[in-house]
C-alpha cells in the first residue's frame, strides 16, 4: 500500500499526487494535538486549519479516494505525525510515503529521519501550490547582490503575461501605480467611501466541532475559537474571493494603506488564510482580478496593486524563505534583544494605534498590512525587540500565519534584523505617518504633535533613538543617511533627552 500523506496547508485543489492514485492507495491526514501546541497559535486559526481538513478529507472520501484521518480527538494527545503514521503503517502495510514538497523547513529537514524511523521511505514532490518553483527563484537570484521585489514581480508579469498588453506593455503604461493609490486618512474622512460589508458566514457544523475542541485542547492559546469569521471550505473560500472582487477590488488601491479605527478590513481580500491553506490558488485570485478590469468592473490601479501583493510580494516572499533558510532564523544585524512589551497579548496600553492593533489581532487572528508593518512592526522595530521573540509573537497571533511567510517579513521586512537581503531600508516611522494614514491619534492619550514631555507621543523619541543607536550602520545609506545626518546634527542636550525619554518609556512597557 501506498499512502499520499497530505499536510494541513497544503489542500489544493487539483493534488497532483491523486491523479496517480489506485487501489493500492491510501490518503493520510492528520491532525497533530503536539504540532498545534508547538507555539501558543490563535484558537481562530487552529479551528480554520482543522475544520479546513476535515472537509477537505470528507471531499476526497465523497470523490471515492481511501482517506485514513486522525483527529485531535482520537488516541493519545501526545501522538504526533510519527506516532500516528507508524500505526498506519502497520495497520494498513504501507510500503512507502509520498507528499508535495513540505512549506515549512524544518518540515522538510525532519523527514529524512521520520523516515528511518518508520522503515518506510518518504518521497517529497514538486508542489504546485506557488506559481515559482524554489529553484527557479534560486536561479533568478544568483549572483544578484540585491533581490529586489520589483525586478521579480516584472519578470513575472512579462513571463506570464498577467496584465499585459498584446505588445509586451504593463497594461496603462506604468509598472507601478502606487502614485494613485496609498490616500491618506484625511481624504478617506472627506470622501468616506462606503464600505461593504463582508459576505454572511454561513452555518458550519464542522467548525462548530472543531472550534469547541480547540478551545477545550488549547485554553491558554489567544482568541476565542468560536470567532472565526471566515469560511473553512474551497466553495466557501471561492465565494470570498468573488466577493472580494465585486465589492471590494474597485477600492482596493487607494485605501491600501489607510487605517480607520473599527474598520478591520476596509477593502482588503482577507484571502491570505485561503491561499496559505491551500484552499484557493493565486492563478484564481490572479485572474479574477485581471478579468475584473478587462470587463471594466475595476480601475488599474486597484487591479494592479492587487496583483502587486499576490504575484509579486507573495511570490517575492516565498522564494526568499527557501533561499535563505536556514540562515535566516539566526540573522540579528541591528542586535535586538529587548524581550516582549508586557501587553503583547493583551493590548493594554496606551498607544491607541498599538492597543487597536494587538486587541484587533486578539479578536480577530487578522490586521491589514499597514498594521502589521506599520503600528505594530514599527513599534518592535524602534524599540528594539528581539526578533525571534517578535517573529513567535506574529507566527502565534495571526490565521494566515506560517513559517516560509512570517520568517521574512518579520526578521527582513520589519525588523531588518537581515541588514537588507531584500529591503533597501528599514520601514522605521514616528508620529507623522500615523497621523496622517490614520485616525487613531484623534483618541489616544498622547499627542502625536508634541514632541517632548509626558504627552508627547512615544514615536517620537523611540524614532530619534533608532537613529542615534544605529548611526554606523544607516549613515551611508543613500535612503536614510539624511536621517542620521539630522540626527548628528542635534545638541549633546537634546540627544541625551531624547535617548532618556525613550529609555524610560520603554522600561515602563516591560
Ligand atoms: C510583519 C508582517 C507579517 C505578515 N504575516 C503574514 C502572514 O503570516 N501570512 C500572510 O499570508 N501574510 C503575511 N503578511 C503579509 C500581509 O500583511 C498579509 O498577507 C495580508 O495583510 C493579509 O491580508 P489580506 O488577505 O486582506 O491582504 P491584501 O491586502 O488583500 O493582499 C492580498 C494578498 O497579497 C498577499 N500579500 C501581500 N503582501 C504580502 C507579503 N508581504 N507577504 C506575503 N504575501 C503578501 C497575501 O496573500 C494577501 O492575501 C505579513 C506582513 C508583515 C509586514
Ligand atoms: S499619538 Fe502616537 S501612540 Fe497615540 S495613536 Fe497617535 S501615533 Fe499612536
Redesign the pocket.
Same mark, same amino acid.
Do not use: K
Given at each position: 500500500m501506498r499512502l499520499i500523506w497530505i499536510l494541513g496547508d497544503q489542500l489544493i485543489p487539483d493534488h497532483p499526487l491523486l491523479k496517480t492514485a489506485d487501489r493500492h492507495t491510501a490518503v493520510g491526514m492528520i491532525e497533530s494535538s503536539p504540532r498545534g501546541s508547538h507555539l501558543r497559535y490563535h484558537q481562530q486559526k487552529l479551528t480554520l486549519l482543522y475544520a479546513a481538513m476535515r472537509h477537505h478529507a470528507a471531499a476526497l472520501k465523497k470523490s471515492g479516494q481511501r482517506v485514513l484521518y486522525r483527529r485531535l480527538t482520537d488516541g493519545a494527545r501526545s501522538d504526533g505525525y510519527g506516532e500516528v503514521l507508524k500505526r498506519w503503517i502497520q495497520e494498513n502495510k504501507i510500503t512507502e510515503i509520498h507528499l508535495l514538497d513540505p512549506n515549512e523547513y524544518d518540515t522538510a529537514q525532519s523527514l529524512p529521519a521520520l523516515s528511518k524511523k518508520l522503515g518506510v521511505p518518504i518521497h517529497c514532490h514538486r508542489s504546485p501550490q506557488f506559481l515559482v518553483p524554489r529553484d527557479d527563484f534560486a536561479a533568478w537570484a544568483k549572483g544578484k547582490k540585491h533581490l529586489l521585489m520589483e525586478a521579480h514581480y516584472r519578470r513575472l508579469r512579462t513571463e506570464k503575461n498577467i496584465l499585459m498588453t498584446p505588445k509586451g506593455q504593463p497594461e496603462g503604461g506604468d509598472w507601478n501605480l502606487d502614485d494613485q493609490n496609498r490616500r491618506t486618512y484625511r481624504e478617506f474622512a472627506k470622501e468616506r467611501p462606503k464600505i461593504p460589508p463582508l459576505p454572511p458566514l454561513e452555518k458550519d457544523s464542522v467548525v462548530q466541532e472543531v472550534a469547541a475542541e480547540v478551545a477545550k485542547l488549547f485554553p491558554d492559546h489567544p482568541g476565542k475559537a468560536a470567532g472565526l469569521w471566515v469560511p473553512a471550505t474551497r466553495e466557501g473560500a471561492l465565494a470570498w474571493l468573488k466577493h472580494?472582487i465585486r465589492t471590494r477590488l474597485g477600492q482596493?488601491g487607494p485605501w491600501?494603506d489607510t487605517m480607520v479605527e473599527g474598520e478591520a @478590513?476596509l477593502f482588503?481580500?482577507? $484571502?491570505?488564510?485561503f491561499?496559505?491553506l491551500g484552499l484557493i490558488t493565486?492563478q484564481e485570485?490572479l485572474q479574477a482580478a485581471e478579468k475584473a478590469y478587462r470587463e471594466g468592473k475595476a480601475p488599474l490601479n486597484s487591479v494592479e496593486g492587487?496583483i502587486r501583493? @499576490?504575484l509579486g510580494? %507573495?511570490e517575492? $516572499?516565498?522564494g526568499l524563505y527557501w533561499l535563505k533558510m536556514p540562515e535566516y532564523k539566526k540573522v540579528n544585524f541591528l542586535g535586538a534583544e529587548r524581550p516582549l512589551p508586557r501587553w503583547a497579548y493583551d493590548g493594554k496600553t496606551d498607544m491607541r494605534c498599538v492597543s487597536q492593533a494587538v486587541t484587533g489581532a486578539v479578536d480577530r487572528a487578522?490586521?491589514?498590512?499597514i498594521q %502589521?508593518?506599520m503600528v505594530?512592526?514599527n513599534y518592535f522595530l524602534l524599540g528594539g525587540y528581539e526578533p525571534l521573540a517578535v517573529l513567535r509573537w506574529?507566527?502565534e497571533m495571526?490565521f494566515?500565519?506560517?513559517d516560509w @511567510?512570517?520568517v521574512?517579513? @518579520?526578521l527582513g521586512? $520589519?525588523l531588518f534584523a537581515d541588514g537588507g537581503w531584500f529591503a533597501t531600508k528599514p520601514y522605521a516611522a514616528g508620529a507623522a505617518y500615523q497621523e496622517k494614514m490614520g485616525n487613531h491619534c484623534a483618541s489616544c492619550r498622547f499627542d502625536p504633535k508634541q514632541k517632548e514631555g509626558p504627552e508627547a507621543c512615544p514615536f517620537h523619541s523611540l524614532y530619534w533613538n533608532f537613529y542615534g543607536q544605529h548611526a554606523t550602520k544607516f549613515r551611508s545609506n543613500p535612503r536614510i543617511g539624511m536621517m542620521v545626518a539630522m540626527w548628528e546634527k542635534k545638541s549633546a542636550a537634546d540627544k541625551t533627552r531624547i535617548r532618556a525619554e525613550a529609555e524610560k518609556f520603554l522600561k515602563a512597557q516591560a
Open positions: 472580494f482596493f491600501e @478590513v482588503h481580500s482577507v $484571502i491570505s488564510p491561499l496559505n493565486p485570485c492587487f501583493q @499576490v510580494w %507573495r517575492f $516572499i516565498h487578522y490586521n491589514h498590512h %502589521r508593518l505594530l512592526g506574529y507566527t495571526y494566515d500565519a506560517y @511567510v512570517m521574512p517579513n @518579520v521586512m $520589519i
